[in-house]
């Protein structure tokens, strides 16, 4: 994985990104602020991935990749991630941006990576994202 949605460019979230309403900025802006998402958030960003899959209707990622697969619309890697893997992605995002949020302090502290959606591989002493197929490459 690329650190981007399937099927999805940077070009593509950035279009999609500059026809968002204000409650969806607002939550893409709290990434990183303490405390953790909210239930809130969390459901806008939800929202915000729902309308990179052109839904302007659904805008739960379970519905929307119902009616994406029962139609024959898309399948495998071009339907949108599952709620858990969005979770996942959502925490990870949070987890990058308390990092930028804190770039300018000479010794910020951050808790551990395995509580926002990494899990720690002991044998080669690095994180990797939860679920990941090949945490080598």
Request: neutral net charge.
């Amino acid at each position: 994985m690329s650190g981007r949605f399937a099927g999805r460019s940077l070009d593509w979230c950035f279009k999609v990104f500059l026809k968002c309403d204000s409650k969806t900025l607002e939550a893409l802006g709290a990434l990183g602020q303490e405390p953790d998402p909210s239930a809130e958030v969390s459901a806008q960003l939800e929202r915000f991935i729902c309308l990179m899959y052109m839904s302007e209707v659904l805008m739960e990622v379970i519905y929307l990749r119902w009616f994406l697969f029962s139609n024959c619309a898309a399948e495998g890697e071009s339907i949108p991630p599952t709620t858990g893997s969005l979770q996942l992605h959502i925490q990870r995002s949070h987890y990058i941006a308390m990092i930028w949020r804190r770039a300018t302090k000479s010794h910020p502290s951050f808790p551990s990576p395995a509580a926002y959606g990494w899990e720690l591989l002991e044998e080669k002493g690095i994180y990797t994202p939860i679920g990941r197929v090949n945490p080598s490459s």
